[in-house]
């Protein structure tokens, strides 16, 4: 596997990547945003402590510190690099190149589960807002009420995220399709445009504006205090530092390691004063890898690695999710143009239905015909292991090139289940926080998950045999649900052995093509790792607040409820502190 560690694979694999496209203005200069300064400059700025350091400024890292910083000091550590001016990024059409991109100061970080799945994650000011498909919708209220979270205060914080970066679609021709093809398979009421979680079918929100263009989470600094918010990008966190004082039990979280964008080391302070905190914000890898790097985690995962215990806790990685994808290909009569999701169906079989078409790059982007199917990667799944090579790829890749263009027009129609229940856990490979740590998701190990999956296919079925569906097709009449599971088959992307039943046992080809739609979670639940709170428990002056806290994924994306987190958790410590005088 080590051509894979190369990123030669994840070069060919972003061109298959059927839920994510991006455009590349420089947004930065039209945001009151504080400044954005490489993590060198910090051994030049005038040194002082701070109320917050925040190890993240991701989905929810953004919008907390904008918060936080209202009334006090807050250090924002973000380890990649700038959104802005980027166009694989900003633009719509250039969605999955950000997949493409290999090289140190890539907005992504490519990684394969032990499962097989090729997945992401962000490394980016703004984190996965940055490189996600955009599709914005709420939590349902039972999520909320399971968290234990103040209903008003969530009612407050999510338009608080609305009203600056999220827009309404102008639905695209194969988004319309779908909404009528779940109307007619019987998925409904009909919702209309809405960011609530109903069941039926529904047009949601959006994070790309009128003109294609992605905003973002780091939007969102632009309302905090630029006089109380220092953001230092290029700046890894590698470990936090405590203090133990005799006669206190609880080791106290003081500060921060972290090496910028030359490798030199620096160490960052909390203030004095009660109150004050570390609050880590680096999303379902980065927050449960920098806890066991620190040392808090399962005694003989931290010797293993001859880190030094400072509070055994034997459930941090542990619990980890990833909502399994399944997609089936359907082949049209004229290339689609290209779509994310903007319409989705809830169901009341545990599955959300959504969908993605066509292909598209800007004049100034990568040149390449791959579309989203894959040759050359359902082919590389059937070799064993052992024998995938580098010249394998090269090979698959020639072959491709060679088919003409027309052959990847299509959609893809995507069921995720909804969840999940099975779950599987995180460990390290080394103390690099920049390393990627070993990841399980063990994919349908419990067998709800399975029949969700079946269910979802079966609900496909039934979309494709709609009328609506049936004149994509180039005959008019559709194709048979064997031949598009077939096809499906081939177009797959991950590493995962095929079978002859693919297309004839549902179950295992829900087995054989699961991927991801990136809405992985967990390693710090709360109740284990955190409190209701997000406090680290046994700890003081840390914290956790971001994806690896939820034991389940909320919504049919998840990106609006982390983002909301982000706001309400800062409101919360704000009133916590302060009272009345918060003034939120």
């Known amino acids: 596997m080590g051509f894979i560690r190369g990123g030669m694979l994840f070069k060919i694999l972003v061109f298959l990547c059927f839920i994510r496209l991006s455009q590349g203005r420089n947004n930065s200069a039209t945001l009151d945003l504080p400044p954005l300064r490489k993590a060198s400059s910090f051994s030049k700025m005038q040194h002082e402590a701070y109320d917050y350091i925040i190890v993240g400024g991701g989905t929810a ?78 939590a349902n209220q039972r999520f909320v ?31 319309a399709a779908l909404r009528d093809g779940l109307l007619e398979a019987g998925v409904s009421p009909y919702n209309g445009y809405t960011y609530d979680h109903i069941f039926g079918t529904k047009v949601g929100g959006t994070i790309f504006d009128e003109a294609g263009y992605r905003h973002t989470a780091a939007d969102l600094l632009a309302a905090g205090n630029p006089n109380n918010l220092r953001v230092l990008l290029h700046a890894s966190v590698n470990k936090i530092v405590f203090k133990t004082t005799k006669g206190h039990l609880k080791p106290s979280a003081i500060g921060v390691q972290f090496k910028d964008e030359n490798g030199e080391q620096h160490q960052a302070f909390l203030s004095e004063k009660r109150g004050s905190e570390i609050i880590v914000s680096a999303g379902a890898i980065g927050s449960p890898q920098l806890l066991l790097i620190s040392g808090i985690g399962p005694r003989t995962e931290l010797k293993k690695h001859n880190i030094s215990v400072v509070l055994r806790n034997e459930h941090v990685g542990k619990g980890m999710s990833d909502n399994p994808l399944s997609s089936v290909f359907i082949p049209t009569k004229n290339p689609p143009k290209q779509s994310l999701i903007e319409t989705v169906g809830i169901t009341d079989g545990g599955v959300f239905i959504e969908a993605s078409s066509g292909f598209g790059q800007t004049d100034d982007s990568i040149h390449c015909h791959h579309g989203i199917m894959s040759a050359e990667i359902g082919q590389l799944s059937t070799i064993p292991p052992k024998q995938r090579s580098l010249e394998a790829v090269h090979k698959y890749v020639h072959n491709k090139n060679s088919l003409p263009k027309e052959v990847f027009h299509g959609g893809f129609i995507l069921s995720k289940i909804d969840g999940p229940l099975s779950n599987g856990d995180l460990v390290l490979v080394d103390t690099d926080a920049n390393s990627n740590p070993n990841v399980t998701f063990n994919y349908f190990k419990h067998p709800q998950d399975l029949r969700r999956c079946v269910y979802g296919i079966k609900t496909i079925e ?69 409190d209701q709170q997000y406090k680290v428990i046994g700890t003081s002056g840390l914290r956790v ?40």
């Not at 080809?509 to 710090?524: A, E, L, N, Q, S």
Request: proline share 6%; net charge positive.
């Open 145 to 175: 009420q399971d968290a234990g979270w103040d209903e008003e205060l969530v009612n407050q914080s999510y338009p608080w995220i609305e009203e600056r970066i999220v827009y309404w679609p102008k639905i695209a021709p194969w988004q």
């Open 462 to 530: 039934r979309i494709v045999h709609t009328n609506t569906f049936s004149n994509f097709t180039p005959s008019g009449s559709g194709y048979p649900m064997e031949k598009l599971l077939n096809m499906s088959v081939a177009a797959n992307i991950n590493l995962i052995p095929k079978h002859t039943n693919d297309s004839t046992s549902l179950e295992q080809f829900c087995r054989d093509t699961v991927v991801t739609i990136w809405h992985y979670h967990g390693g710090c639940h709360v109740g284990k790792v955190v």
């Open 61 to 138: 890292g953004c919008p907390l510190a904008a918060t936080l910083s209202k009334k006090y000091k807050v250090l924002l550590l973000e380890r990649g690099g700038s959104p802005y001016g980027n166009r694989n990024i900003s633009y719509l059409e250039n969605f999955h190149i950000c997949l493409a991109d290999v090289s140190p100061n890539s907005p992504s970080q490519g990684f394969i589960s032990t499962d097989g799945v090729i997945n992401a994650r962000a490394k980016v000011l703004g984190g996965g807002t940055c490189i996600n498909a955009g599709f914005y919708s709420r």
């Open 545 to 584: 607040i971001d994806g690896s806290t939820l034991s389940r994924s909320p919504g049919t994306n998840p990106q609006a409820t982390i983002m909301m987190m982000g706001r309400y958790m800062g409101v919360e410590i704000l009133r916590e502190r302060l009272g009345r005088a918060a003034g939120v």
